[in-house]
Structure formats: C-alpha cells, structure tokens
C-alpha cells in the first residue's frame, strides 16, 4: 500500500483547473482503476469515459504525465508514484468535462474519405484472387481501435489546429488500408494531396510511437501513401506516361 498523489484537470469548455486528489494504491493496479477509485471516494462527479479496461474500446485515452496513454493499458508500478501523476484529456480535441473530450470531428472526417470501391470478380470463375503478400500488407492497420491517441500527439492537429485542412494519423492509416487493399479500384490521391494535407506531415513518427495497437503507422502507411502521391503528381515521367500510354 502507497500512498499517491493525482494531479486530474477538472474542468469543461469554458475553463479548468488541475486538482490534487491523495489515495492509496496497491499492487497491479492501472491508472483506470485509481480514478474509479478516486471516482467513488472523492469525486462522484468526475467525468471520465471506459469501457471495455482491456485496452481493445479505445475509450479511455487521456495524457498521462503528458503522454498519451489508454489509461486502462498503464499500469501504476510503470509511473515514478513519488510525485504527482498528471491526468489530463486529449488535448487535441475540445472538451466535453473533465477527463472526457468531443472526438466526433474525427467520425465526421472518416465519413468524406472514399469508400471500398471493389473490382470485378474474375471472368472464368466469378472469385476473387488476391496475393497472400497484398492481403498481409493491409492486415496490420486493421487493428487500430480508434482511441486517436496518434491524432491527440500529432503536432499538425494538437499545437497547429489544423483540423480542417489534415485528417490526421488515424486516417492516413484508414486511407492506407483502402488504397492498399488488392481489390481496391478507387483512387484517393487527389483528396490526399488536397483536403486532407498529407503534405503537413513531417514524420516525426511520434504517432507510432504512441500506437497502443503497435500500428507501424509512419513507415507503412504515411511514407507509401506519400510516395504515391509524389509519384502521381510530382513525376514527369510519370505524368509523361500517362498521358501517352495506349488506353485499356
Ligand atoms: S509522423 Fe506525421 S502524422 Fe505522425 S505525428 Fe508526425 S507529423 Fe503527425
Ligand atoms: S492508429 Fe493506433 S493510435 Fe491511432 S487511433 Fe488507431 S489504434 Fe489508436
Ligand atoms: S477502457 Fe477500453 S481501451 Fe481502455
């Protein structure tokens, strides 16, 4: 038993303050837990969403020390508990009350990205075939829980704010999913470059740094989404080929 100081921001939109609240913890207990604790000892008002406390919901997401972190993931003996443990929200987002923050801009930026756009099946037996190698590439984005911790670190949105000109890490990997899907036949680019300002990212790799999902979200979904980008927009050859090849 040990006893803790939690520094939590208590607050809504119009203003907020942190608050010290001093409790005692015990072994193999995660952050959640203590502000349940601190919920139903010391604060029966205090705001903070969960759900499923085994780090698959995606809805505790909070800075912890600073660090964005699934507060159901981060077990106390991996924090130094002699000092003040800061719990804040997202600050990326706009507060709703204490520890929970309005994510909805980012389901309303998932609605404009295009859709699964499938090919036709194959002509001699109605199926569909796909390289194993196509189909493991696209399989690592598919864990992401949508918790935007990666969106909350991201300079462009949390210090620059430029929600409406760049979706953001998540839907990069969104996007990347899509665009790397072997049957996919959309074509994303354009808006990638555009409205969705790809170009403001400057991989730093601090999203996947704080993936709880390990998503490799830098290095296999922003630099090849990227790359095709460049590829369709910025190559002369590229560009020269295209408008002479023959059409099919
Ligand atoms: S790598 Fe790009 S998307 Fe990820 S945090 Fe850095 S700037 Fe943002
Ligand atoms: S990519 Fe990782 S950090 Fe970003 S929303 Fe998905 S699971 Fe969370
Ligand atoms: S409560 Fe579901 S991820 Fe933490």
């Known amino acids: 038993m040990k006893t803790v100081v939690f520094r939590i921001w208590r607050g809504d939109a119009t203003g907020g303050k942190f608050v010290d609240y001093t409790t005692e913890i015990t072994e193999g207990l995660v952050v959640l837990d203590v502000v349940h604790k601190i919920q139903a000892d010391q604060a029966n008002d205090l705001a ?16 912890v020390n600073g660090i964005p972190k699934l507060m159901c993931m981060t077990r106390m003996d991996t924090l130094n508990t002699d000092k003040p443990i800061t719990i804040e929200p997202m600050r990326a987002f706009p507060s709703i009350r204490d520890l929970a923050t309005d994510v909805s801009w980012n389901f309303r930026v998932k609605t404009k990205i295009k859709k699964f756009k499938p090919r036709k099946p194959d002509a001699e037996d109605g199926t569909w075939r796909m390289q194993q190698e196509d189909v493991d590439r696209v399989q690592e984005f598919r864990k992401c829980i949508e918790c935007f911790l990666c969106q909350d670190v991201c ?21 990347a999913a899509l665009e790397m899907h072997p049957l996919d036949t959309e074509d994303r680019l354009p808006e990638l470059k555009q409205s969705q300002g790809i170009g403001f990212c400057n991989i730093t790799k601090c999203c996947t740094k704080v993936c709880p999902e390990h998503i490799t979200i830098t290095d296999n979904a922003i630099i090849p989404l990227k790359e095709r980008v460049v590829d369709e927009f910025y190559d002369p050859f590229g560009w020269l080929w295209k408008k002479i090849r023959p059409k099919s």
Do not use: M, Q
Not at 159 to 164: F, R, S
């Open 155 to 175: 300079h462009v949105l949390r210090d620059h704010h430029k929600h409406d000109e760049f979706i953001g890490p998540r839907f990069l990997v969104y996007t």
């Open 48 to 63: 903070c969403r969960w759900n499923c406390k085994a780090g698959k919901c995606g809805s505790c997401s909070a800075e």
